[in-house]
Nanobody, 128 residues
């Protein structure tokens, strides 16, 4: 059974930075797997933020976070992190880590129903 546990959320002022992490346990993902971050603001649908291939392939970002967020992985520790800089109030939401066993195209990896495993989420609040 795969478990994903997020950590690192919190409250920050606009323009500040936060780093959220996701620790995967239960099994080691194959080199073909993809790990992603999604977020959900109150009253809105869960949306794609960023994704990285476990083997070090291309990374993809939502247009709204390009140039501000960076996704990275540590295969040895089975973790994925999201460094968030220059945060804006509209970045507020619950951030979820997600994983799927196989990577794919940008179109596929941005769809939340393509992911097999999800964490419980960590709250990120950006004050103006």
């Amino acid at each position: 059974q795969v478990q994903l546990v997020e950590s690192g959320g919190g409250l920050v002022q606009a323009g500040g930075s936060l780093r959220v992490s996701c620790a995967a346990s239960g099994r080691t993902f194959s080199r073909y797997a993809a790990m992603g971050w999604f977020r959900q603001a109150p009253g809105k649908e869960r949306e794609f933020v960023a994704v990285i291939s476990w083997s070090g392939g291309p990374t993809y970002y939502a247009d709204s976070v390009k140039g501000r967020f960076t996704i990275s992985r540590d295969n040895a520790k089975n973790t994925v992190a999201l460094q968030m800089n220059n945060l804006k109030p509209e970045d507020t939401g619950v951030y979820y880590c997600a994983a799927r066993d196989y990577s794919g195209s940008y179109a596929l990896l941005t769809r939340r129903n393509e992911y097999d495993y999800w964490g419980q989420g960590t709250q990120v609040t950006v004050s103006s």
